[in-house]
């Protein structure tokens, strides 16, 4: 990731990106033409932030949190308890992806939350929610 800057030469905004495409991808359809998207100088660099194993260990349990949580709210809604054998289902479904989220490996997570297909339970709202969550960790 470097810093890139968007400038008209009165008003500049900085952000990391990985790619200057990603830089013009995201500042272009915000600003009017008079900017322009460069890699920022040196001194303009926005220190890189250090993800630590226990950094996304601890993200992967927020998400898992954030999962059951859903469940549990469903299941309110619902009125009645989910049945034994769906929520075994589940549970069964979701045992892979639950180790990678403990273990901090949150790109792997990523890949098969957007492999998986959506149904009544794990929805595609919830999906993107968890996808969002990972992104937005990885990104900050």
């Known amino acids: 990731m470097q810093t890139y800057k968007a400038t008209n030469g009165q008003t ?6 990985a790619t200057l495409q990603d830089a013009e991808n ?18 303009e660099q926005i220190p890189q932030r250090v993800i630590t194993l226990e950094d996304r260990m601890r993200m992967g349990i927020e998400i898992y949190k954030a999962y059951l949580q859903d469940n ?5 809604l619902s009125g009645q308890p989910m049945p034994a054998s769906m929520a075994e289902a ?9 180790l990678l989220l403990e273990s901090g490996s949150l790109v792997q997570s990523k890949e098969i939350l957007l492999a998986k ?6 929805t595609q709202a919830r999906l993107d929610k968890y996808v969002a969550m990972i992104d937005n960790f990885l990104t900050i």
């Open 90 to 98: 589940i549970a069964v479904s979701m045992a892979g992806l639950k």
């Open 12 to 17: 500049s905004y900085l952000k990391n990106f």
């Open 26 to 43: 995201y500042y272009i359809p915000l600003l009017d033409s008079e900017f322009t998207v460069l890699l920022a100088e040196p001194f």
């Open 72 to 76: 549990d709210e469903l299941a309110k």
């Open 117 to 122: 297909t959506p149904d009544a339970i794990l």
